[in-house]
T-cell receptor, first 111, second 114 residues
Framework: QQPVQSPQAVILREGEDAVINCSSSKALYSVHWYRQKHGEAPVFLMILLKGGEQKGHEKISASFNEKKQQSSLYLTASQLSYSGTYFCGTERGFGNEKLTFGTGTRLTIIP | EAQVTQNPRYLITVTGKKLTVTCSQNMNHEYMSWYRQDPGLGLRQIYYSMNVEVTDKGDVPEGYKVSRKEKRNFPLILESPSPNQTSLYFC?????????????FGQGTRLTVV
């Protein structure tokens, strides 16, 4: 079952912050975040493993609450280059090595 | 250069004509997988492979076959394509024998079945 992402789409002005949420109905081992620009392949942002670890990548960071089976991606002081569709992917761990992506969140940054 | 290479990039075919989309990676990765991307549905995993001769179904395997005879190659086979398999396909690979490291995606294959 696909994780649920919210919002489905968001429009921001440069410099504003955004939060994208990802939730699953199943226990998770890891959560992945990717960004895809129009006409291109998805590109890796980060992986969060079971343990509630928060990770950062420049002005993009994420958290993983394994008890709630939720992850959030935080984009701070957004830049035009952040535009694209963001996907979370979830993995349930040993014995179930499928990677299931959500339907995506389209982020548009305007000047 | 480290990369995942898919061929062809674009393909138009007719219903029922068998086709193969090739995928090759030069990073000695263990885990390889195929996804299809459709508007509003995101990326859906078709098949994955944790190593040579080890493959398993993803979320939407019906109508597809795969094989992993060599570590670097993971072809996707459509024995009898149908119009509902018209989609954008991505191959991806990652280092571990599980999807818990960065996945590198190929550039995609846009398939149209008429």
């Amino acid at each position: 079952q696909q994780p649920v992402q919210s919002p489905q789409a968001v429009i921001l002005r440069e410099g504003e912050d955004a939060v994208i949420n990802c939730s699953s109905s199943k226990a998770l081992y890891s959560v992945h975040w990717y960004r895809q620009k129009h006409g291109e392949a998805p590109v890796f942002l980060m992986i969060l493993l079971k343990g509630g670890e928060q990770k950062g990548h420049e002005k993009i960071s994420a958290s993983f609450n394994e008890k709630k089976q939720q992850s959030s991606l935080y984009l701070t002081a957004s830049q035009l280059s952040y535009s694209g569709t963001y996907f979370c992917g979830t993995e349930r761990g040993f014995g179930n090595e499928k990677l299931t992506f959500g339907t995506g969140t389209r982020l548009t940054i305007i000047p | 250069e480290a990369q995942v290479t898919q061929n062809p990039r674009y393909l138009i075919t007719v219903t029922g004509k068998k086709l193969t989309v090739t995928c090759s990676q030069n990073m000695n990765h263990e885990y390889m997988s195929w996804y299809r991307q459709d508007p509003g549905l995101g990326l859906r995993q078709i098949y994955y492979s944790m190593n040579v001769e080890v493959t398993d179904k993803g979320d939407v395997p019906e109508g597809y076959k795969v094989s992993r005879k060599e570590k670097r190659n993971f072809p996707l086979i459509l024995e009898s394509p149908s119009p509902n398999q018209t989609s954008l396909y991505f191959c991806a690979s990652s280092f571990n024998a599980a999807p818990n490291t960065e996945a590198f995606f190929g550039q995609g294959t846009r398939l149209t079945v008429v």
